[in-house]
C-alpha cells in the first residue's frame, strides 16, 4: 500500500468531500495574470472599503512598540471601546479574527457532526462551508424572488430539528435587509439565530437590542467593509451572556493578534474621519445603481450594504466578468446556479464608478 494513502485515511471522513471556499484572488496574483500594475486594478469584488483604514490607524500601528509581547487574551480593552460603540455589556462581546472566525465559534458552541444549520440561499458562503467544516448538515432554504428570507419556511426547518439559523442582514450578495419582525418570528422557533449584520454601517438597521430579551440571539459584526480593516481580520460577535462566558473558555488563547486589536480601537476613536467615507460610498451607492441600470446591460438590486448585485441577460456574467478583468476592473462572479446570470459589483469611489461604466459601454 502507498504510505501516504495509509494516513490520508486517519483524516476525519467528512473533510473529505467539503467544497474549498471560494475565496477572492489575492491583488498580486490578479496583477501578475492580467500583466496589470498591482496599483492601477479597480478592486470592486471585495466589499472592501476604498478609503482604506483611518489614518489614526497606519500611525498607531507604526508606534505601538510592543509586537514581541503576546496580545490580551480576553481583548479587554477594545470590548471596552465596543461596549459604548456597540451599546452592549462587555460582557456580552467577543472578538474574533474576521466575523468568520465568529462564525466558526458558532459551530464550535453549537454543532456536532450530523446537526443541521438552516442557511437562507443566497447567502454568504462561509455559513455553508464553516458547517461542513464541522460535519454539520447544511439545511438551505431559497429566498423568494426578491431576495426576501420565507420566513415560514425558515420556521419549519428550524422547527423540523435544526440548530442554528443563520440571517444576514444586508445579506450578501442581494443587499436586502431582513425585517426586525421576521427575525422576531424566527426567534420564537426554539433555535439559535445568528443575525450577521456585517454591513450595519451602510444601513442603520440593527436587532443588537433584541439580544437582552432573547437568549437564543447573536449578533455578528465586523471592521472588515467599514472601517477598511478586511487586511487585519476583525470582528465581534454580541452573545447572550452565558454563551460568551464559554465561549471565553473554548476559544484559541490568542485569536485576535495585537495589531488588529489597536487597528479597531483606533477606528472606534476616529468614528467622524470613517463616517464620512461611510456617507461618501452610500452616495456612490445611489448613483452606482443608476448609472449602472442606464447601461441596459446590468439591472440592479436595491441595496443596503456598500456593493450592488446586478442581473444580466442570461448567459452573460461570466463574459462580462471576464471582459471587465480583461480591463483590469474585478467585480464578483458566482457559479452557482441561484447566481448565475448575477454579478456583485461592490461600490468604489466615484472614478471608479466612471471607468466601470465606460468599460461596460466597450462591451455590450
Ligand atoms: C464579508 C462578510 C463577512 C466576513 O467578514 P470578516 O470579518 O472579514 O471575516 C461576514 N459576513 C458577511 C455577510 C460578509 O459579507
New binding site residues.
Partial sequence: MNPDAEFQNLIRPHLLNMKPYGYIAPLEVVSEDGGFPAGRLIKLDG?ENPYGCSPRVRKALSEYPYYHIYPDSEQRELRKALQEYAGVPAEQIVVGS????L?DFVMRLFVNPGDRVVNCVP??G?YQFSTESYGGQVVSVPRDGAFAIEVSAVKEAARAGAKVVFI?SP??PSGNTTSIEDVLEVLGSQVIVVV?E??YEFCGQTVIPLVAGHPNLIV?R????WAGL?GL???YGIFPRKFAERLFRVKPPYNVNAAAQIAAIESLKDLDYLRQTIRAIVSERQRLGTELAQTGLLQPWPSQANFVLCSVLEGQAARIHRELRQRGILVRYFDTPLLRDCLRISVGKPEHTDALVAALSGIC
Avoid at 474576521?98 to 472566525?101: L, T, V
Wanted: aromatic fraction near 12%; charged fraction near 20%; avoid cysteine.
Fill in positions: 466589499n474576521g466575523s468568520d472566525e462564525i447567502t454568504f462561509v444576514a445579506n450578501n450577521d456585517a454591513y455578528l465586523t471592521f472588515s467593509k478586511a481580520r476583525v470582528g
